[in-house]
T-cell receptor, first 112, second 116 residues
Framework: AQSVTQLDSQVPVFEEAPVELRCNYS??????LFWYVQYPNQGLQLLLK??????LVKGINGFEAEFNKSQTSFHLRKPSVHISDTAEYFC??????????FGTGTRLLVSP | DTGVSQDPRHKITKRGQNVTFRCDPI?????LYWYRQTLGQGPEFLTY????????KSRLLSDRFSAERPKGSFSTLEIQRTEQGDSAMYLC??????????????FGQGTRLTVV
């Protein structure tokens, strides 16, 4: 079975500071990894995905993530956050064929 | 905008009533998924369709829940005899399975159900 752990339920950060949101996964098969963002009362929007190839993945809104197979991690980073990045961020894993398995989410709170 | 559309956006119902939600996927997408998200949690998989065939159902999908996707287009999720524990956001997503592995699943804005 696949699972995702997001250790930080909430990450406060000041505007223009860097941020890292942590994600660890477990899977017995090849994995495909995703980060989604959810704004209040909205659905989920894909930030980036790792399917294969380069372990450093760049996404929308200046976010990037690095797939680390030995540490079973897929941490999300942004070098300089904006107030508008305040949202809930979900890491998810898939075996590529069917459903996504999500973590419990990390709330990013950006203050001026 | 031709994204995934869900209706209604909000539903308040009394315990014991039946409710039905609708999802219209992106037109060329042949896979459609239903997820449930409770407060403070990530979405949990309920079921998915490829075209009109329902290929997997989660153990979360009790006998009171039924999903259909007639003709492989829109889908409905019905909950019978609602309970307070059914209160959640119900999310629909669709993707194009043109082979393996699949890429991005596009999500609708969800239907928030409150059972009182």
């Amino acid at each position: 079975a696949q699972s995702v752990t997001q250790l930080d339920s909430q990450v406060p950060v000041f505007e223009e500071a860097p941020v890292e949101l942590r994600c660890n996964y477990s899977s017995s098969v090849s994995v495909y990894l995703f980060w989604y963002v959810q704004y209040p009362n909205q659905g989920l929007q894909l930030l980036l995905k790792y399917l294969s190839g380069s372990t450093l993945v760049k996404g929308i809104n200046g976010f990037e993530a690095e797939f680390n197979k030995s540490q079973t991690s897929f941490h999300l980073r942004k070098p300089s956050v904006h107030i508008s990045d305040t949202a809930e961020y979900f890491c998810a894993v898939s075996d590529g064929f069917q459903k996504l398995v999500f973590g419990t989410g990390t709330r990013l709170l950006v203050s001026p | 905008d031709t994204g995934v559309s869900q209706d209604p956006r909000h539903k308040i119902t009394k315990r014991g009533q039946n409710v039905t939600f609708r999802c219209d996927p992106i037109s060329e997408h042949n896979r459609l998924y239903w997820y449930r998200q409770t407060l403070g949690q990530g979405p949990e998989f309920l079921t998915y369709f490829q075209n009109e065939a329902q290929l997997e159902k989660s153990r979360l999908l009790s006998d009171r829940f039924s999903a259909e996707r007639p003709k492989g287009s829109f889908s409905t999720l019905e909950i019978q005899r609602t309970e307070q524990g059914d209160s959640a956001m119900y999310l629909c997503a669709s993707s194009l399975a043109a082979g393996a592995p699949e890429g991005e699943a596009f999500f609708g804005q969800g239907t928030r159900l409150t059972v009182v």
